[in-house]
């Protein structure tokens, strides 16, 4: 069930969450997709479970494209910065860093992530010796402050 992870974005969504508590068909699906029921089964063989899933899926996918709130936790593919908003559950034309978890468009992603480039680049910019405070040097990390003393 691929469009699962807009799930996601909903149970996050103070105004989605209404759509899925208002769901009372087959919400085991929604909280387990992984599990069917013999009934489920059933439905897909005769396609009836296709068609409700379509049309809740669509009614979510609806939901986000008019919700403030989901649009704000999607991506704006830095790659060619196109005005469209992106998000990792649109498999077919967006990939997501595993490192950040930037979401860019399938044709513009060559592997790199630049967002990740740009963290590794000011990581040895500011900690040339490794500490994870700029401020702290091997030398002094050990050493008290006089009013800590």
């Given at each position: 069930?691929?469009?699962?992870?807009?799930?996601?974005?909903?149970?996050?969504?103070?105004?989605g969450?209404?759509?899925?508590?208002?769901?009372?068909?087959?919400?085991?699906?929604?909280?387990?997709?992984?599990?069917?029921?013999?009934?489920?089964?059933?439905?897909?063989?005769?396609?009836t479970?296709?068609?409700?899933?379509?049309?809740?899926?669509?009614?979510?996918?609806?939901?986000?494209?008019?919700c403030?709130?989901?649009?704000?936790?999607?991506?704006?593919?830095?790659?060619?910065?196109?005005?469209?908003?992106?998000?990792?559950?649109?498999?077919?034309?967006?990939?997501q860093?595993?490192?950040?978890?930037?979401?860019?468009?399938?044709?513009?992603?060559?592997?790199?992530?630049?967002?990740?480039?740009?963290?590794?680049?000011?990581?040895?910019?500011?900690?040339?010796?490794?500490?994870t405070?700029?401020?702290?040097?091997?030398?002094?990390?050990?050493?008290?402050?006089p009013?800590?003393?």
């Amino acid at each position: 069930f691929k469009d699962y992870n807009v799930i996601i974005i909903f149970r996050t969504c103070r105004n989605g969450k209404d759509l899925l508590d208002n769901m009372t068909l087959r919400t085991h699906i929604i909280n387990e997709p992984q599990l069917f029921s013999l009934e489920d089964l059933c439905a897909v063989k005769d396609r009836t479970l296709i068609e409700e899933m379509k049309f809740l899926v669509t009614s979510w996918l609806q939901h986000v494209d008019n919700c403030g709130l989901c649009k704000g936790k999607g991506f704006i593919c830095e790659l060619c910065a196109r005005d469209e908003v992106i998000y990792p559950f649109q498999l077919d034309s967006a990939v997501q860093c595993q490192m950040c978890w930037t979401c860019f468009h399938k044709a513009c992603y060559s592997g790199t992530c630049p967002k990740c480039a740009r963290i590794r680049s000011r990581r040895t910019m500011s900690e040339p010796d490794g500490s994870t405070n700029p401020g702290v040097t091997k030398n002094n990390e050990n050493e008290r402050r006089p009013s800590e003393q």
